[in-house]
């Protein structure tokens, strides 16, 4: 029998609870996180502080004994890191940074985490939020290597950059082009149905979680 799912709001109480990489990954908090820190401690006090500031900064889809991903949002000064990418910086607004998910969750937990996260940016009276993503069909030319961009998508996983189909079909469409790393946009409120707004349970009835 598959094990339900549910979606909680990241808050004080379960910060700890949140996907193992995205309590080690300060790619995107840090304007260098080559800097010599401890990327737990200085993750943890970033996400306090995004509750303290935005009041929420994410969310967790989890079964009853484990996080199986987690999403993560901020303002755009919240986010320096972001600068590194070569479609950044974000404009003015929030960003939906990164999602973090085990393997066999990532066929659903981006639809699910996504409209969770477009939802409470929505509830704030937002009118639009970024994202950026990397394309599975980017090919390096090699009369222009890029290795910057090269070692961006080679640590996606383990800073949370998301597939840019995954924006897509959550509506996202690309503000700021890049062959490799664009930077997407999406118009508030959607004009598609969220996919929240029907019981999680559901999704999880054909899955071995």
């Not at 339900?4 to 990241?10: D, G, Q, R, S, W």
């Not at 004080?12 to 800097?35: C, G, I, Q, R």
């Not at 991903?69 to 940074?97: E, K, R, W, Y």
Request: glycine fraction near 4%; proline fraction near 10%.
């Amino acid at each position: 029998m598959a094990a339900p799912l549910h979606i909680e709001a990241v808050s004080k109480d379960n910060v700890l609870a949140a996907h193992p990489l995205a309590l080690s990954s300060v790619f995107w908090e840090l304007a260098d996180p080559t800097l010599k820190c401890e990327p737990a401690f200085e993750k943890e006090a970033w996400l306090h502080a995004a509750l303290m500031d935005y009041g929420e900064c994410g969310f967790h889809l989890k079964t009853p004994v484990e996080t199986l991903a987690t999403v993560l949002f901020c303002h755009a000064s919240m986010c320096p890191g972001a600068a590194q990418l070569p479609s950044g910086p974000p404009a003015d607004g929030f960003v939906i940074t990164s999602l973090f998910a085990q393997p066999r969750i990532q066929d659903i937990a981006p639809a699910l985490l996504l409209d969770a996260a477009i939802m409470a940016i929505m509830r704030r009276g937002e009118d639009h939020v970024e994202a950026f993503g990397w394309r599975e069909d980017f090919v390096e030319d090699p009369e222009n290597p890029q290795p910057e961009v090269l070692e961006i998508l080679d640590q996606s996983p383990r800073i949370g950059l998301m597939n840019a189909n995954a924006l897509e079909a959550a509506g996202f469409e690309v503000v700021h082009p890049h062959p490799a790393l664009p930077r997407y946009r999406l118009e508030l409120p959607p004009k598609r149905e969220l996919l929240v707004a029907y019981e999680v349970s559901c999704l999880t009835s054909s899955s071995n979680l």
